[in-house]
């Protein structure tokens, strides 16, 4: 089946240093992949869609030029939180879609395994 | 916004069905339901999905209503290791949104 591999799976950094998130898509091609962030106790909240070769699009209320995202091929999203806040701390979870023609193989979204970032 | 809406929690004794209800009202017919859960500090694992159909595998059952505004997902044997934050989505062909989901929790 599809697997997401993302990486790191924890990373703890200084204040006002930038972290780097790769989303793999192990199996197949993603030309979207999605990113969520998640706070303690609540549900994923959808950051900003990557779409492989152009620019990211970001939900209201996220700041691009903090959350930069890159897409640069197939197979690989990353995301760098720029110049991170102890608020910046979370758990980062990115997603793709392994799609196929027939609407009944389709999974939806694979999801990584998550980041938790911890700045300090 | 979520477009669905589920009870908070849920218990369920090991052993025994749990049953996750979710009501959908303003799903559209293109839309699909899906069902993910997310096990603390992990990232969500798909479970299952339908259109207006009743479908199952290896994992649970899901039931729709006829009129597509509600469905049910079975755990038919719970075990402890189903403890988890359920969530229920409709979507069709773009991103995925997150409701509140039902946290389940199973017990000895």
């Known amino acids: 089946g599809a697997v997401v591999s993302q990486h790191p799976s924890r990373v703890i950094c200084k204040s006002g240093t930038s972290v780097k998130i790769e989303c793999r898509s192990l199996?197949?091609?993603?030309?979207?992949m999605f990113w969520y962030r998640q706070f303690p106790k609540q549900s994923l909240m959808l950051m900003a869609t990557?779409?492989?070769?152009?620019?990211?699009?970001?939900e209201q209320g996220v700041e691009k030029d903090k959350f930069l995202i890159n897409h640069a091929s197939l197979t690989l999203s990353t995301l760098t939180v720029t110049s991170a806040h102890p608020e910046d701390s979370s758990f980062y979870i990115c997603?793709?879609?392994?799609?196929?023609?027939?609407?009944?193989?389709?999974?939806?979204?694979?999801f990584g395994s998550g980041t938790r970032l911890t700045v300090v | 916004d979520a477009k669905t809406t589920q009870p908070p929690s849920m218990d369920c004794a090991e052993g025994r069905a749990a049953n996750l209800p979710c009501n959908h009202s303003?799903?559209?017919?293109?839309?699909?339901v899906y069902w993910y859960r997310q096990i603390h500090s992990q990232g969500p694992q798909y479970i299952i999905h339908?259109?207006?159909n009743n479908e199952t595998n290896e994992m649970a059952s899901l039931i729709i209503t006829e009129d597509r505004k509600s469905s049910t997902l079975i755990l038919p044997h719970a075990t402890l290791r189903d403890t988890a934050v359920y969530y229920c989505?409709?979507?069709?062909?773009?991103?995925?949104?997150f409701g509140a989901g039902t946290r389940l929790t199973v017990k000895p």
């Open positions: 990557s779409n492989e070769g152009s620019k990211a699009t970001y």
């Open positions: 303003t799903i559209s017919g293109n839309e699909y």
């Open positions: 989505i409709v979507f069709d062909n773009n991103d995925m949104r």
């Open positions: 997603s793709a879609r392994a799609y196929s023609g027939n609407p009944r193989a389709n999974y939806g979204y694979t």
């Open positions: 339908g259109l207006k």
């Open positions: 199996d197949f091609q993603a030309t979207t």
